[in-house]
């Protein structure tokens, strides 16, 4: 197949789809086009997530699904990158002897160049960390609203149950300057909205050295003419400082949203996790977020079956749950990973006590949704309209400055379509809602 063309499938988190669209540009610029199955491409990677393990199974099934593809097309190239490449590196190529690339979380910025080395080699590995050139690399994002603009990258907490130390290194900080010509270039592009992105985003600016944090980042960016909105993902209960918040409540433009992990509400096992805080830690959290914007809209993530979880820690997260009333939460069972440090301990909670209190706390989780939401009915909201909506194409659906999910129909009373709003901010009366939507109308 002479024809260079990329199919490329992602997994896992935010930072994951952007570094693809790094990989997709610098590709592009090396003559490969996009395809959107891997039957048309001579090139196929996959941008893996490790956080679970049946993430990497999915991976490993379609690694066993090419392995005939290869024998009937052995000019096609594959390739691993990401999260699951760092971790296993060149193990996987000798699990998978199909396979022609591994590569790691700082080394895919030079995908072009691993490919013209398989010329002359047959199989290569590059998961070397600290080769990540602090520079603005090009991307390909498709058409939208919102433009993932990572900031940092690595973490430095080593959480027991965690891989993103081993799979993404030590934190780096991105030079503020080329963050904000990142931001300048997809706002003239079209853009109206950027999530900026960081394992533990709080923690930005402190490998610089030279005093910036993350609210003197979040002003810079927040005086540049064009953007709309401005979301930032995830942090870290340690490094939510009073500057941050008074910094989110003033500026007009930075959502009003955290998503701040509690992952437990008994400090024991948060003990045992190794998150640093503890239970009062994080209601101490809640308590000054709220106090200077109190329709903050908070985001937790939730591990149910911990080793060592008893039932009385357990219902320290059910009594957290009710106490702080999330506005949504990603909760999870809890599954070992290799390398962490809780691998060594007995995953000793049963499966089936783990499936129990993983479906009691999303059923909290919908209560407390759905009563928050018919309290909502008939209120206003400025959305950004950000385009159809995915469950039905005949209603277009935004956020608001917190992270409301609200439909609108796409036509009007007259029969006219809206789609010219799509990108713009305009202000919807809510008059219906079930546990995960807002439905409303356009005022006039």
């Not at 991976?59 to 066993?64: M, W």
């Not at 209603?395 to 999910?405: A, C």
Request: hydrophobic content about 35%; some cysteine; aromatic content about 6%.
């Amino acid at each position: 197949m002479s024809e260079k063309r990329v199919y490329i499938e992602t997994f896992g988190c935010q930072m994951n789809l952007a570094d693809s669209e790094m990989v997709l540009d610098a590709l592009a610029k090396d003559g490969y086009s996009v395809c959107d199955s891997s039957k048309d491409a001579s090139l196929v990677l996959y941008n893996t997530c490790s956080v679970r393990d049946n993430a990497e199974g999915k991976i490993r099934g379609r690694l066993d699904h090419l392995k005939g593809v290869k024998k009937e097309r052995p000019e096609m190239k594959i390739g691993i990158m990401g999260c699951m490449a760092q971790r296993e590196k060149a193990e996987l190529l000798k699990k998978y002897p199909h396979l022609d690339l591994v590569v790691g979380t700082d080394q895919f910025v030079h995908m072009p160049a691993l490919i013209e080395q398989l010329e002359e080699q047959k199989q290569i590995a590059a998961t070397e960390f600290g080769d990540f050139e602090d520079r603005n690399w090009g991307s390909i994002r498709k058409d939208g609203i919102n433009a993932w603009i990572p900031v940092m990258r690595g973490c430095n907490y080593n959480c027991t149950y965690c891989v993103v130390p081993n799979t993404r290194g030590k934190e780096k900080s991105r030079d503020p300057q080329l963050i904000e010509e990142d931001i300048r270039r997809v706002v003239d592009q079209g853009f109206s909205q950027v999530t900026l992105l960081g394992q533990t985003i709080d923690a930005y600016g402190k490998t610089l050295g030279d005093g910036t944090n993350f609210a003197k980042l979040l002003r810079r960016v927040h005086a540049i003419d064009g953007l709309k909105r401005i979301r930032f993902i995830t942090s870290h209960p340690k490094d939510i400082t009073d500057e941050l918040l008074d910094t989110i409540a003033e500026l007009p433009r930075v959502c009003k949203h955290l998503h701040v992990p509690a992952q437990c509400g008994s400090s024991r096992i948060l003990r045992l996790m190794g998150r640093r805080y503890t239970r009062e830690g994080y209601l101490d959290f809640v308590e000054r977020a709220r106090s200077r914007m109190p329709d903050v809209e908070l985001l937790t993530d939730i591990i149910v079956g911990f080793p060592r979880e008893t039932d009385a820690d357990y219902q320290e997260t059910v009594s957290l749950m009710h106490e702080v009333k999330f506005a949504g939460a990603y909760v999870f069972m809890y599954s070992p990973r290799p390398g962490t440090g809780a691998w060594n301990l007995e995953d000793d909670v049963p499966m089936e006590e783990k499936k129990a209190r993983c479906n009691e706390i999303l059923a909290i989780q919908l209560e407390h949704q759905e009563q928050w939401y018919k309290s909502l009915r008939g209120k206003t909201f400025e959305i950004l309209v950000e385009g159809p909506s995915k469950s039905n194409p005949e209603r277009l659906s935004g956020r608001s400055i917190g992270n409301l999910n609200i439909v609108i129909p796409r036509t009007d009373a007259a029969g006219n379509k809206r789609d010219h709003l799509i990108g713009d901010l305009v202000n919807v009366h809510i008059n219906d809602s079930t546990n995960l939507t807002l439905f409303g109308d356009i005022e006039e």
